[in-house]
């Protein structure tokens, strides 16, 4: 990779029927002052002609089943059938960097030879309505921060807060502490950030390295990615042992939306007390995931092809 003497660079994207993202995430990645030395997607079974998209843009393809996909299995399978790098970058499908330098500022954060692993800033797409919008404001501050394990008193489980939409790894690290896990149904980036820490790493948050990202999520879908997520937090108990629960950053939001949207479109109010409820229901059944049968559980879940 030129320039930024952090040696080797992979990219991984995982596909499924990107339509006009494709077209988007290829021109803003052909635009970076930085580019990977190696490009892998991981399809599984696209079916709308952009996967060609990619190969004329120098990706290697790997190919996995629809139902054997995983959030964590099938990047870790990314990383175990390339070539070797020191660093590796995910990015999600539908996530478009907005800066020709947002790759390069990632990178710079492996310059500090204790950061195990970085993220960039989130920024709503296009179009984005202001439930949405806010929701990346909250999680995606404009101030650069680097995480260690002494931040947990003040930060709590934020203190292991990392994305794969645009995330980086130190390659040895991320082997060093067990990749990422395949019986997850999401959180497999927040579990490896927790194990990076735990063992003395640094997690870096660098607010200068931004994508458009962001969701319009329907009522079903609040309730089914909230059930995942505390799926994953029954899973992780290691995790909410050492980094605490989700309840206090979870209230904290909730405050926060609701001034701001006080202040903005009180007319938004009752739907977005709606989408809390709706979110505290799928977490709190999450938690309780191993009572219900499996079929029940697959059901609830967003990520339907995760079994456990």
């Not at 494709?22 to 970076?32: F, G, I, K, T, V």
């Not at 995606?140 to 680097?146: D, I, L, T």
């Not at 799926?231 to 605490?244: D, E, I, K, S």
Request: with cysteine.
């Amino acid at each position: 990779m030129t320039g930024a003497g952090i040696g080797r660079v992979l990219l991984c994207i995982p596909l499924l029927n990107p339509g006009d993202d494709a077209y988007r995430l290829l021109h803003a990645l052909a635009r970076q002052t930085v580019q990977p030395d190696d490009f892998v997607v991981v399809d599984s079974g696209s079916t709308d002609g952009t996967l060609s998209l990619f190969e004329r843009a120098g990706a290697r393809v790997l190919r996995v089943a629809r139902d054997a996909f995983s959030h964590g299995g099938t990047r870790q399978m990314a990383v175990d059938l390339s070539p070797p790098a020191d660093i590796v970058v995910f990015l999600t499908q539908d996530a478009v960097l907005s800066r020709p330098d947002s790759l390069a500022a990632l990178l710079c954060c492996f310059a500090d030879a204790g950061v195990g692993a970085a993220y960039g800033r989130q920024l709503p797409r296009e179009g984005a309505g202001l439930i949405e919008a806010y929701a990346r404001t909250f999680n995606y501050p404009a101030e650069s921060r680097v995480k260690t394990l002494d931040d947990v008193p003040l930060l709590g489980i934020k203190t292991a807060f990392m994305s794969n939409s645009f995330g980086a790894y130190r390659s040895s690290v991320l082997h060093a502490v067990g990749g990422f896990p395949a019986d997850i149904p999401l959180g497999e980036d927040c579990w490896v950030a927790a194990k990076m820490l735990l063992s003395g790493w640094k997690v870096a948050y660098c607010a200068e390295a931004t994508v458009f990202h962001s969701h319009s999520y329907g009522l079903a879908e609040e309730f089914r990615r909230y059930y995942d997520i505390g799926a994953f937090h029954a899973r992780a108990g290691w995790l909410m042992q050492t980094f605490g629960g989700a309840g206090t950053e979870g209230g904290r939001f909730v405050h926060s939306e609701l001034e701001y949207l006080a202040r903005r479109a009180p007319s938004l109010i009752p739907s977005a007390l709606l989408r809390t409820a709706l979110k505290l229901a799928g977490y709190r059944a999450g938690r309780c995931e191993r009572l219900y049968p499996s079929r029940l559980r697959r059901r609830m879940s967003m990520h339907r092809a995760v079994r456990g």
